[in-house]
């Protein structure tokens, strides 16, 4: 299930075997082949930490190795948790 900073489903992946990773699922969805014919410009969704980065994709910072977060980075991360829970609710999960 894709869903953009407003929690609408817009897009989603179906028949991946359970096994696998939700990035490969996400591989196969629209939005990942071709973010602009799905996401309005200036629109981006929501991902866990294993999606990529992208101008139309929000990821949570990642601890550098060996190093911290900020406090802003921390706090980023906190709120994006939230969201990213609360977009498995439509989904059933």
Do not use: E
């Not at 900073?5 to 629209?30: E, K, R």
């Not at 981006?44 to 929000?58: L, M």
Request: aromatic share 14%; net charge positive.
């Amino acid at each position: 299930v894709v869903m953009p900073h407003n929690l609408i489903i817009v897009d989603y992946s179906l028949g991946q075997p359970g096994s696998v990773h939700d990035v490969y699922a996400f591989q196969g969805t629209q939005v990942f082949q071709d973010p602009t014919n799905v996401l309005p410009p200036h629109h981006w969704i929501w991902a866990d930490s294993a999606y990529p980065s992208k101008t139309w994709c929000a990821v949570p910072f990642k601890r550098p190795c060996g190093g911290s977060l900020m406090c802003r980075q921390n706090i980023y991360n906190h709120y994006v948790s939230k969201v990213h829970t609360l977009c498995f609710h439509p989904a059933g999960f």
